[in-house]
Nanobody
């Protein structure tokens, strides 16, 4: 059984900062790519940032220069540092991981966390 659990969401004023964390736990052999997505009601889920196991990152244009994704492979964790937050960043943020529970191909699956609410408002 594998779980992804996010934390760190909340209410913040425009211009403020938050740091999201996501911990992968359970029967884990190896964690490959990890990512953060976000979703607002009535819109599709969008990629915020992704990071490979070796640390290569990709960020959505809308958050470049403000958000930074990072990870700790030893702890099976991924983070999203969010600075200069704007009201349009308000969304539920989801952690995603490409993860294997054993060395065989059939043990590799895509996992999602339950989401954490981020609200940017004065």
């Amino acid at each position: 059984q594998v779980q992804l659990v996010e934390s760190g969401g909340g209410l913040v004023q425009p211009g403020g900062s938050l740091r999201l964390s996501c911990a992968a736990s359970g029967n884990i052999y190896r964690v490959y790519d990890m990512a953060w997505y976000r979703q607002v009601p009535g819109k599709p889920r969008e990629l915020v940032g992704s990071i490979t196991r070796s640390g290569n990152t990709n960020h959505a244009d809308s958050v470049k220069g403000r958000f930074t994704i990072s990870r700790d492979n030893a702890k099976n964790m991924v983070y999203l540092q969010m600075n200069s937050l704007k009201p349009e960043d308000t969304a539920v943020y989801y952690c995603n991981a490409d993860l294997a529970s054993c060395e065989y191909f059939y043990c590799r699956h895509d996992y999602w966390g339950q989401g954490t609410q981020v609200t940017v408002s004065s």
